[in-house]
Structures are given as structure tokens and as C-alpha cells.
């Protein structure tokens, strides 16, 4: 069964951290480009960043940039988003994402990498709230 499973989410006070992380079963993710989106209520799911499957040159949303860091474990099977300075703003389910070879493509040549419809798996979320 092809299955993605977030963990990490919680509560935090402003200015905080948290460490949520995205793990595979039934496939590998060696391969894969993996992007985390998030939706906070009442607004459209937005990308966040993304790793290609070489794992060079990141991409974060200008919202998070020099805050967030993603990174990938391949012997875990497992994708992290490293999230610091935690802001009410960034309060939403954050999902986790396999993207296509258009995705890889995309991130190779600089492009924007979150069209939704270039993904394949999703996970099911994790709850992140960042309030006082």
C-alpha cells in the first residue's frame, strides 16, 4: 500500500520550532521530488518547499524563506521541514507531496514547482498551531 504519513505537528508559541516529517511506505522516495503545501482555514492550499530527487537547490515560498529547511533522509524514507521562528501566520495542516518528473524538471530549470496537478500522493496532514 503507497502511503505517506506527516507526524510532527503541534502547538508552539510564536517564535518557536517544530520539526514535521513526511515518511514513505510501499515505495521509495530516492527518486522522488517532495513538496510541502499547507492550508490554513479558509484559504487555498499553497506550496511551502520543495526537494528534488538530487536534492540540490531547495525551494521555499518567500513566506517561510530563511525560516523553514527541508531535507530528506533516503535511508528513512523520510522527508523533513525544519520550521523555525514560527509565526501565527503560519498556522495550518501541512501536507507532504510525491511530485511527478515534471516536478524534478521543473525544480532542475528554476520554475515553479507547486502545480498541484504534478503530484501523485498526498499525505493526510498534520496540525501545526502557533499561538500564545
Known amino acids: 500500500q503507497v502511503q505517506l504519513v506527516e507526524s510532527g505537528g503541534g502547538l508552539v508559541q510564536p517564535g518557536g520550532s517544530l520539526r514535521l516529517s513526511c515518511t514513505a511506505s510501499g515505495f521509495t522516495l530516492d527518486y522522488k521530488a517532495i513538496c510541502w503545501f499547507r492550508q490554513a482555514p479558509g484559504k487555498e492550499r499553497e506550496g511551502v518547499s520543495c526537494?528534488?530527487?538530487?536534492?540540490?537547490?531547495?525551494v521555499y515560498a518567500d513566506a517561510v524563506k530563511g525560516r523553514f529547511t527541508i531535507s530528506r533522509d533516503n535511508a528513512k524514507n523520510t522527508i523533513y521541514l525544519q520550521m523555525n521562528s514560527l509565526k501565527p501566520e503560519d498556522a495550518a495542516v501541512y501536507y507532504c507531496?510525491?511530485?511527478?518528473?515534471?516536478?524534478?524538471?521543473?525544480?532542475?530549470?528554476?520554475?515553479?514547482?507547486?502545480?498541484?496537478?504534478?503530484?501523485?500522493?498526498w499525505g493526510q496532514g498534520t496540525q501545526v498551531t502557533v499561538s500564545s
Open positions: 526537494i528534488s530527487r538530487f536534492d540540490d537547490s531547495p
Open positions: 507531496a510525491t511530485g511527478s518528473h515534471r516536478t524534478n524538471y521543473k525544480l532542475h530549470m528554476g520554475l515553479d514547482p507547486f502545480e498541484e496537478d504534478d503530484f501523485d500522493s
